[in-house]
Nanobody
Framework: QVQLVESGGGSVQSGGSLRLSCVIT????????VAWFRQAPGKERAGVAV???????TYGESVKGRFTISQDKAKNTVDLQKDSVKDKGTAMYSC???????????????????WGRGTQVTVSS
């Protein structure tokens, strides 16, 4: 069984920083990818950043240079450091985990079979 629990959401001003954390409990030992997704009201869920078991990282184009994904295997956490935040409004950030699959973007939601409940982030001016 895989469980993901996010934390760290809240309110931040445009241009500010926020750190999200995902605690992973995995009794299956099948996780290869852990990713963060963002979904604003009325919008499609979009991949923000992903880290693979081999440490390879992929970022969505809109967050390159501003967000940093990191993994602490001792603590079983994957964090997302958000700097220079923009995209004013409220969005839900969710952590997702999935096994290795060949082909396609690691930021595609279909690659993930386990999702956390999410943590809400509000960016204000």
């Amino acid at each position: 069984q895989v469980q993901l629990v996010e934390s760290g959401g809240g309110s931040v001003q445009s241009g500010g920083s926020l750190r999200l954390s995902c605690v992973i409990t995995d009794s299956t030992n099948t996780i290869y990818y852990v990713a963060w997704f963002r979904q604003a009201p009325g919008k499609e869920r979009a991949g923000v950043a992903v880290i693979g078991e081999n440490g390879r990282i992929t970022y969505g184009e809109s967050v390159k240079g501003r967000f940093t994904i990191s993994q602490d295997k001792a603590k079983n956490t994957v964090d997302l450091q958000k700097d220079s935040v923009k995209d004013k409004g409220t969005a839900m950030y969710s952590c997702a985990a999935g096994p290795y699959t060949f082909g396609g973007s690691p930021l595609a939601a279909r690659k993930y079979n386990c999702w956390g409940r999410g943590t809400q982030v509000t960016v204000s001016s």
